[in-house]
């Protein structure tokens, strides 16, 4: 689809509705308050849900859906309904921090803002100086980290890294574009509100609360759309579904192959549309005729008959269908290749650009503020994408740990880490502790004191998402949007804004060409005004949201593919020495009296950012872990009885509540993700559960794009703890 210049479209009585004052109710007790209504988007996790706040006498009291923001739709998810217990986090960083004691300790002293920023400054300065400015990395999560990644661009560095890229969503997005030559992006482009059949193969949505996909998971049902769930545990998902396939882990590559053979042997296949779209389908044939449903079902130990049948109901559906491609989906190595079976399978329904399939989504591209050239680095990237693990397109968070440890093909010495807790973001804690150990500079810029702030030398403590303005937000969606980030309420304590903290220590590199516009205001209002509207328009409506999108394709659709068409067979994969049709490959086994460790998220909790929330926590206090009652029953495991979880490599973990269930599969144990504090500032929640990260001893990489497999690490459970 073409991205569009902005048109100046209203969004309504219901946006115009919550700007400034709207009323002053009397209050019997406390006397008359001032209430007011702020718009906003939501960052308890990325998916940035439109946000429309209540402030009474300058307390935020309430939050609630935008009523006109297309993800959220008047709604927000539990987590988004809970944002104040962040913004009124006792356990909130209130003043920058330098740490005085050894790394890890938590001794720091208070400093003012000045100190602060100019010993990074002269720390940054030194580090170039010595070793390049390619010597300084970024690992960034959350909207507000464009301001640091633009900083470090200036300053001459390519090292900008996010997790989600290697540690969660990239082998989805690689999969995707060797087949339709594009990625999946985010929010997703499922069409889950007009599907007729919906795959869920590893995605536990309700669970994992994406607002909008949950709103149309729950539109699908009421309609009664046909949906499958295949999972090793019996999610809230199957609960909802016609048929619930309880896989082996780390056999979905050949179950998906299985539903091809079937689609081809029987023609069953979307016929118009690939011989319209696609290439490689003889090819593909070829390389599928031994993928029987009787061969998967040894693999996957589901029966041959329901694999035939699930995939004829799905082919009855055509192209409505929705095989959906996860978001989370770093597992067992081999990530990329499993995505491209559930694109190719996608592909043979029909499913890319129909409805009730993937539409194609619409943006705006919204003008930048003016700045000169950014400096070309003399070195390239060190993480090693599009080297090493030549598909991957973005920058490797993992990758940059791994070059930091070993120094090579250049030190790093610096890191500036923004708004992601490494230490349970990245693999093996124990792996990026050591490289931490390398670094003359670590600056953590966070709301909370997780374990990553623990160890810096310097600790900044940036203001909330509702006590800010951060960059523009243009959304790519089936309705494309801009939305604006603004401050609810002024920031508490001694907290800063990210633009401001980006940009005062860019003023101090003597980046002061980057930063033309004087503060925030101006340099909203300089890209608004540009694209027709102002920042005084935006804050009175908060959303901009332009007409729908037809999202399907035209008759004459070139993929941005080599072949320009859909790939069933990849010449890229084949040129490069590689299954050009993903094959399936045995995993290795859990080791003797061992379980294989599964993890995944809580509607409450957005991973480790959101547990030490005490509104979030009210509900959800600690993770515990999932452990089948057969399974439980052999080791004598009662219900609630604390354990702890010992990885292969003798790992030990905190002591957990069993849960025991018949709802998984007995060779798996499964935990919710962010547990497990060990960061003694963190009042609520340290100590509290169990951390699956540092269980996660073995890395699979993805040998195409360097995601970090983590589903090969078994653990053995111990009772009395
Ligand atoms: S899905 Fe929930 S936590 Fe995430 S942005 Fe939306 S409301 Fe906030």
Not at 151 to 168: D, E, F, T, V
Request: aromatic share 8%.
């Amino acid at each position: 689809m073409e991205r569009r210049k902005f048109l100046q479209i209203a969004t309504g009585g219901a946006a115009a509705a919550v700007g400034g004052v709207v009323a002053v109710w009397p209050q019997a007790a406390a006397g008359p308050k001032l209430v007011r209504k702020v718009s906003t988007f939501c960052e308890l996790c990325f998916w940035k849900c439109g946000v429309v706040a209540t402030v009474e006498d300058g307390v935020v009291t309430k939050l609630d859906g935008h009523p006109s923001h297309p993800l959220s739709m008047g709604r927000l998810c539990p987590r988004g309904n809970g944002g104040t217990g962040l913004l009124y986090d006792p356990d909130r960083l209130k003043k920058p921090l330098i740490r005085t004691g050894k790394r890890g300790g938590e001794q720091f002293k208070e400093a003012s803002w000045d100190e602060a920023l100019g010993y990074i400054a002269r720390k940054m300065e030194r580090i170039k100086s010595e070793h390049g400015p390619e010597a300084m990395a970024l690992f960034t999560h959350g909207h507000g980290g464009s301001f640091f990644g633009n900083m470090l661009k200036a300053y001459g560095s390519p090292n900008i890294a996010a997790p989600s890229y290697a540690q969660c969503r990239g082998p989805r997005e690689v999969g995707f574009q060797l087949t339709f030559g594009s990625g999946i992006g985010s929010p997703e482009n499922t069409d889950i509100a007009n599907t007729r059949f919906l795959v869920l193969i590893g995605s536990h949505l309700g669970e994992n609360m994406h607002n909008t996909q949950v709103q149309e998971f729950a539109e699908c049902i009421r309609r009664g759309a046909k949906i499958c769930v295949v999972d090793p545990r019996y999610s809230v998902a199957a609960s909802k579904a016609n048929w619930y396939l309880p896989i082996k882990p780390g056999t979905d590559i050949a179950l998906l192959m299985s539903w091809v053979n079937v689609l081809l042997e029987e023609g069953l296949y979307n016929k118009e549309y690939v011989d319209r779209y696609g290439t490689g389908l003889a090819e593909l044939r070829a390389a599928t005729k031994e993928n029987t449903p009787e061969w998967a079902a040894a693999i996957t130990e589901i029966p041959a008959e329901t694999i035939r049948t699930v995939v004829r109901e799905m082919a009855a559906a055509k192209p409505a269908v929705l095989v959906h491609p996860g978001r989370h989906v770093t597992w067992y190595g081999d990530d990329a290749q499993r995505s491209r079976a559930i694109a190719i399978l996608n592909g043979l329904l029909g499913s890319w650009g129909s409805k009730g399939g993937f539409y194609l989504p619409g943006g705006v591209d919204i003008p930048k503020y003016a700045v000169p050239p950014l400096p070309k680095p003399a070195r390239a990237a060190l993480d090693g994408a599009g080297t090493r693990y030549p598909l991957a397109d973005e920058t490797l968070a993992s990758g940059l740990c791994d070059a930091t440890l070993s120094g090579s093909p250049y030190p790093v010495k610096g890191w500036i880490v923004y708004g992601t807790n490494l230490v349970q973001s990245l693999p093996n804690p124990k792996h990026t502790l050591e490289a931490i150990d390398r670094l003359d500079l670590l600056v953590v810029v966070d709301v909370l004191p997780a374990e990553i702030a623990g160890y810096a030398d310097v600790v900044l403590p940036e203001a909330t998402y509702l006590e800010r303005y951060d960059d523009l937000y243009a959304g790519t969606f089936r309705t494309p949007f801009v939305a604006l980030r603004q401050p609810v309420v002024k920031p508490m304590y001694d907290s800063r804004p990210g633009w401001w903290i980006a940009r005062e220590l860019g003023l101090r590199l003597g980046l002061q060409q980057y930063y033309p516009w004087r503060d925030i205001e101006q340099y909203l209002d300089g890209r608004l005004t540009k694209m027709g509207s102002s920042l005084g328009q935006m804050q009175k409506a908060g959303v901009v949201v332009y007409p729908p999108e037809d999202g399907t394709l035209p008759a004459d659709h070139k993929f941005d593919t080599p072949s320009g068409k859909v790939e069933f067979y990849s010449k890229t994969l084949a040129e490069m020495g590689v299954d050009a049709v993903p094959k399936h490959y045995a995993k290795p086994e859990a080791p003797e009296g061992h379980l294989r460790l599964l993890f995944g998220r809580s509607p409450l909790h957005t991973f480790g950012r959101t547990t030490n929330n005490r509104v979030m926590g009210y509900v959800v206090r600690e993770n515990e872990v999932w452990v089948n009652n057969k399974t439980a029953a052999e080791l004598g495991l009662k219900q609630n009885e604390r354990v702890r979880l010992v990885n292969q490599d003798g790992v030990k973990s905190n002591a957990v509540r069993a849960r025991v269930t018949n709802r998984i599969r007995p060779d798996c144990v499964y935990m919710v993700h962010g547990f497990g504090h060990t960061a003694s500032k963190l009042r609520h929640t340290a100590g509290r559960g169990a951390s699956d990260s540092e269980l996660v001893t073995r890395v699979s990489v993805d040998p195409l794009m360097g995601g970090t497999g983590m589903f090969n690490n078994f653990v053995r459970l111990e009772r009395g703890a």
